[in-house]
């Protein structure tokens, strides 16, 4: 598997994708195929303020529950409704499937990698 270079990448196997003032935030490829089939998202609520490298939700699979890590600081402005209902969106294609969207004007990127350092992280 490949991954976008134009993503930024934490450990915790979430990706980001900056635009502009506004953050994408998903899961990768590595992170679906070790979860197995996804069941059910937990996420935060609109409004709601994230802190980069925090806590903001969880992903719950057949095999177990994971914790979802915010790769930014700033304010969740949209969830993914699709994904929501549809969790399995992820397991087909999770680079081109957002989780939320984050507003980041003048937030904190936290620990991140390129999809280079990313692959050799999972490799």
């Given at each position: ?26 899961i ?36 177990t529950v ?55 992280l999972v490799?």
């Amino acid at each position: 598997m490949s991954y976008p270079d134009n993503y930024q990448y934490n450990k915790y196997h979430q990706w980001m994708l900056l635009e502009g003032d506004t953050a994408k935030i998903g899961i990768t490829d590595y992170a679906q195929s070790t979860l197995g089939d996804i069941s059910t998202l937990e996420l935060p609520k609109i409004g709601q303020k994230l802190e980069a490298d925090s806590t903001f939700g969880s992903v719950e699979s057949v095999k177990t529950v994971s914790d979802l890590y915010s790769p930014v600081s700033g304010e969740v402005i949209e969830i993914n409704e699709q994904v929501v209902a549809h969790p399995d969106l992820l397991n087909q294609d999770p680079h081109n499937n957002w989780i939320i969207k984050v507003a980041v004007k003048g937030g904190k990127v936290g620990q991140t990698m390129s999809s280079a350092d990313y692959e050799k992280l999972v490799g």
